[in-house]
């Protein structure tokens, strides 16, 4: 058998932050919802059942969370830091995708939300 693909998945990181352009959004802040696609070309984890040659979701989670602790005007400048702070925390993820939802924008409609997806390769 040979393995293809090699993909970890976070899904629904729900987190409260203060990311917006208008001056309420940065005092008061929002939920937001964070989903991380991670592709790794070693797939020696999958037959040793060893954390060498994978990443911690654990670990990926506390980088997501640090870097939605610092306020940003775009979702596009969030995005941006997140795949750049993982690509320097784990040597061994080769490409991230990242969807951040901000799901409660300031447009006065009910129950919408607004997104960024962002793919980057090492």
């Not at 989670?61 to 995005?79: A, R």
């Not at 300031?106 to 997104?115: C, L, N, T, Y």
Request: charged fraction near 20%; proline fraction near 2%.
């Amino acid at each position: 058998m040979k393995i293809t693909s090699y993909t970890i998945e976070l899904q629904n990181i729900h987190l409260y932050a203060r990311h917006g352009v208008l001056q309420q959004e940065t005092a008061v802040g929002a939920w937001f919802t964070v989903d991380a696609k991670l592709q790794l070309s070693d797939h020696s984890s999958a037959t040793t059942d060893a954390i060498e040659g994978t990443v911690s979701y654990a670990d990926v989670y506390e980088v997501i969370k640090g870097e939605m602790n610092t306020p940003s005007k775009l979702l596009e400048n969030v995005c941006h830091r997140i795949m750049a702070a993982l690509f320097e925390r784990f040597d061994t993820i080769d490409g991230i995708e990242i969807s951040l939802r901000k799901d409660t924008p300031p447009m006065g409609g009910d129950r919408m939300s607004a997104a960024v997806t962002m793919q980057a390769t090492r």
